[in-house]
């Protein structure tokens, strides 16, 4: 088999890396940071801010507090979202990747042994058709 006759091997490992590498999509999650006593709310989906809620006490904090509150809360929501989203990763299923590249690598050298061989036995045929045509004996 020959090297080039690998392509349905190597599409398919590429899919079992693309199922590692991204999980599953069925739901984006979302991340959820609170602060100032649960007074200011935070959700964080798929790399943007989706929502800033402020309770009764929230709006009348200090602007300084407020600003630090809303700093807060949406770094522990992006840090929620990503916690989810890492959890959502499925590593790849390395058994399988090891017997697909183990029998890529087999396939492989068993092409290059062919063409070794096949190129042995032109150079032979090379060597006998010069040394008949000089009026000598092949090696």
Do not use: C, H, W
């Not at 070794?116 to 040394?131: F, I, K, N, W, Y």
């Amino acid at each position: 088999m020959s090297l080039y006759g690998q392509e349905e091997s190597l599409r398919a490992l590429q899919e079992i890396l693309a199922a590692g590498v991204t999980g599953t999509e069925d739901e984006s999650p979302v991340g959820v940071g609170t602060a100032l006593d649960d007074q200011v709310t935070v959700r964080f989906t798929a790399g943007a801010v989706e929502e800033v809620e402020l309770g009764p006490r929230a709006k009348r904090a200090s602007d300084a507090d407020l600003s630090r509150a809303i700093k807060e809360a949406t770094n522990a929501a992006i840090a929620d979202f990503m916690a989810q989203r890492t959890g959502q990763l499925q590593p790849p299923a390395f058994d399988q990747l090891l017997g697909r590249l183990t029998r890529i690598s087999e396939d492989a050298a068993a092409s290059m042994q062919a063409t070794t061989e096949g190129l042995d036995r032109a150079m032979r045929a090379v060597e006998r058709q010069t040394s008949d045509q000089a009026g000598r004996r092949p090696r």
